[in-house]
Structures are given as structure tokens and as C-alpha cells.
DNA sequence: CATGAAACTCGCTTTCA
DNA sequence: TGAAAGCGAGTTTCATG
């Protein structure tokens, strides 16, 4: 679990979060290493777990999607399991989350207006009671992890 | 805004979600173009904004934040921007947004253990009151945006 | 298509335990 | 002395005009 993450790492790894397609000998440059070190050094933390995988940042409001919503479900009694194994499928779920609390699930989702944000309920209602935040503006997005101070 | 993405470029969107470090000659060969075709494409894609950027994924857990929380504030009066400015600034912030209802912020948030936790809520005490869940577990995570089967 | 750059492999060297 | 890490050269693959 625990890995010790040296400060080349950390900025290799702070160059991978701002541009996953950066090239090695770039970062090589930047950190002070040669491009077949970086590479190693990458390939290490890809096996470790620590780099778990590389996406690229799709606009959910260029794709479509205008309406960004938060929904907590509280789920109804045996509903809870049909929902997890739903909701892989609902295309709208861009993130999902088991959380302690009245409610039992937190979702974000991204919908292309007001009607189809009704349907997105109406589809929920089987599972349980939902309750819907619209989300009016992104303070943060997927902030990068940095080296903890500790 | 709204921008004509055609089956192909749906295709090399998938495969970017996927792997953004996937090489345009790989992702060629799966979609049926050249290489040069598929760099014109995406750098189309990035002009347009359609792609905003391409992001390594590292692990919180990796990374020493093994506890994740969603944290709902409810800002005080006058205390709501200074909080948005701040909060730019806190390590331990992953996603935030301004959302409708009750409660006018919510965020994920990574921390290292309970203590960690308890500190950041300290933290955020002086901007309003919080309402803290703790993340069981990660149902899905930051979910590819697939074609919308308009 | 052609050229320059980048990624991978390998063998050599250094360091540190 | 053995393991780990970086470097440099050579080859293959890739990006871009």
C-alpha cells in the first residue's frame, strides 16, 4: 500500500497530472534526467498502483452534456444492490459514491437539459428517494494530488 | 458550443479516455485511419475544446489518503467567496462545486486518517457549517463520456 | 513519404548497503 | 559483493511537415 515517493517522482508525477501526453524526454529535461530513467521510473509506479492510468479530459459541455447535476439516493430496503449493478450502465454517472449517512449513495451527473434530468429521476425512483443539487459552477476539478507536507 | 463529434472521432475519444497516452498510430490501426489522420483529428478536437487536456490518474490511496469524505458547507453571510478563494488552495480538495439547495458548496475531499479530517473540518469551520460523509466506496470513477444515443 | 524526434533495449558504470 | 539506478548508444517506432 504505502510507497515511498521521492521528489523526482513527485514531480514527474505532478508533470504526468498537468499532461499525460507530455513526452519522457521532455520531462527527462525538466527534472533533470534522461529519458530512459524517466521511463523507468514510470513504468515503476505504473506497477506499483501509484499511476493507475492515464485519460484524456473529455468537455462534458462540448459532448452535449450542458447540465451538471448532484443527486443523493437514499435507498429503499434490497434496492440498494440492484442500484450498484444499474448504475454502471447509466451513462449520466460520471461518478458515484457509497457514503456513510441518511442517504446512502451521492452521484454526479451530466445531462443535456432539464428533460432529461426529469427522465434521470424517473429512472432513479425505483431505488429509492433521491434528491437533486444542480451544480451552478465548478470550483475544482479533479485537482492534481500533490506531495503531502506531512 | 455544441459541435458535430462523428462516429470516428467518437471512436479515438474512447480510446483517449481509456489510454491518453495511447500513440495515434495505435489508435489508427484500431479506428481504420493513418496516423496523420488521427493527429489532425485530435488536435481538431483540442482546438475546439472538446478535449481540454490528458490527466494522469494516481492513486489516493498510493499516494498516503486513504480516507475519502464528501463534505457539504453552508456558507455564512459574506463568507462564501472568500471560501472559493481559498479553498484553491487546500491540498485535501479533489472536486468542488457551487450547487443549488440547502448547503451551497459540496467537495470531495482526500485526507490521511480521522485526525486529518478533523483538522480540515476545523479549517473550514470559520467560512459555515459542514456536513460530513464518509466514502465507503468508489462505485464509479470519473466515467468516460460515451456518445449520446440521441 | 521523408525527416527528425522519441521510445525501448541493452550493456556499462556508479553507488550504497 | 549484490541490488538498484542512471547513462549512452543503437534500433524501431512515431509525429509532423
Not at 497530472?17 to 534522461?34: D, M, W, Y
Not at 430496503?77 to 454517472?93: D, I, Q, R, T
Not at 451527473?109 to 432539464?114: G, T
Request: aromatic fraction near 8%.
Amino acid at each position: 500500500m504505502k510507497a515511498k515517493i521521492d521528489a523526482l517522482n513527485w514531480k514527474i508525477l505532478k508533470s504526468l497530472q498537468e499532461n499525460a501526453r507530455e513526452s519522457f524526454a521532455n520531462i527527462g529535461r525538466k527534472v533533470g534526467l534522461t529519458a530512459p530513467a524517466v521511463g523507468e521510473r514510470v513504468k515503476k509506479m505504473e506497477d506499483i498502483g501509484i499511476i493507475s492510468g492515464y485519460k484524456a479530459v473529455v468537455s462534458h459541455s462540448h459532448t452535449g452534456y450542458q447540465l451538471k447535476a448532484i443527486i443523493t439516493l437514499r435507498a429503499f430496503m434490497g434496492k440498494l444492490k440492484p442500484f450498484l449493478e444499474a448504475v454502471h450502465s447509466f451513462e449520466e454517472v460520471v461518478n458515484c459514491y457509497r457514503i456513510t449517512g441518511n442517504e446512502n449513495i451521492i452521484m454526479m451527473v451530466v445531462l443535456k437539459d432539464q428533460f432529461h434530468l426529469e427522465k434521470f429521476i424517473d429512472k432513479l425512483i425505483q431505488y429509492g428517494e433521491t434528491r437533486t443539487h444542480i451544480v451552478l459552477s465548478d470550483v475544482v476539478s479533479n485537482a492534481p494530488i500533490r506531495k503531502s507536507d506531512s
